[in-house]
């Protein structure tokens, strides 16, 4: 059974940092396009960051220069550093992987980030 389980979000003040990790069972990180998901209040879910297999990274605009995603595939984990945190990053948080073999798609709960003015 595959599972995804986020962790670290919190309350933080403008211009903080938080580290999330997104621990994984039943998959290996290594065959996964991961990425992080963010949806705040009355908004779409938005892409925040992606890290593909081979390691390659992509951010959103908004979020360029401050977030950085990574993974650590001997201890199949994930994270997302965010720095210089703004009250527009409040969001829930979600962990992604999907499959390069199969295609399959997988999601964690979800964890909340609050950024205070």
């Known amino acids: 059974q595959v599972q995804l389980v986020e962790s670290g979000g919190g309350m933080v003040q403008t211009g903080g940092s938080l580290r999330l990790s997104c621990a994984a069972s039943g998959i290996s990180f290594g065959i996964c396009a991961m990425n992080w998901y963010r949806q705040a209040p009355e908004k779409q879910r938005e892409l925040v960051a992606s890290?593909?297999?081979?390691?390659?990274?992509d951010y959103a605009d908004s979020v360029k220069g401050r977030f950085t995603i990574s993974r650590d595939n001997a201890k199949n984990m994930m994270y997302l550093q965010m720095n210089s945190l703004k009250p527009e990053d409040t969001a829930v948080y979600h962990c992604?992987?999907?499959?390069?073999?199969?295609?399959?798609?997988?999601w964690g709960q979800g964890t909340q980030v609050t950024v205070s003015s």
């Open positions: 992604h992987c999907q499959s390069t073999y199969s295609g399959r798609d997988y």
């Open positions: 890290l593909t297999e081979a390691g390659s990274t």
